[in-house]
């Protein structure tokens, strides 16, 4: 079809090439041009609704990521209003208790173990501090200096 707008004519191709790409297209069977291009068409938009859907899939997938990520960085509620687009408004507590964690020796601790002992030992530490404050009405905050 590119070819068929060439601006110069002797860069077109004719009435009989085309016809013999399309009979190439339909393997050597009889068809008109118009039942060729519906063939094409359909072809296409086959080829672009499982494109959508495959991209789809791809943006659910980051969705659900965001969205464990803002229930991660947030309170349960504060995350449920940003999701729906409603404003924040801030909460008083009569209650607070700040908990302030210092692992002795870390640096050291650090400097003599590989990375991922180092994540291991980090994940199995938090991952307790979160078993206990799951049976608890609590929110945590985690900051790392």
């Not at 080829?47 to 991209?55: C, P, V, Y």
């Not at 940003?82 to 050291?108: A, H, M, N, Q, R």
């Not at 030992?121 to 049976?135: K, M, Q, R, V």
Request: charged share 30%; aromatic share 10%; glycine share 4%.
């Amino acid at each position: 079809m590119k070819q068929c707008w060439a601006e110069a004519a002797e860069q077109r191709p004719t009435f009989d090439e085309i016809f013999n790409q399309f009979k190439t297209f339909n393997k050597g069977k009889k068809t008109n041009i118009i039942d060729s291009m519906l063939r094409m068409l359909e072809q296409y938009s086959s080829n672009l609704e499982d494109l959508i859907r495959e991209r789809t899939e791809e943006l659910e997938i980051e969705k659900q990521k965001t969205e464990k990520l803002l229930t991660q960085m947030l309170p349960p509620s504060v995350a449920e209003s940003l999701k729906k687009g409603c404003t924040v408004e801030p909460e008083g507590f009569d209650l607070v208790t700040l908990y302030f964690s210092d692992i002795v020796g870390f640096t050291t601790i650090s400097a003599m173990s590989e990375p991922i002992e180092v994540v291991d030992l980090l994940n199995d530490l938090y991952t307790l501090f979160d078993a206990i404050i799951g049976s608890h009405d609590v929110y945590k905050v985690i900051k790392f200096r």
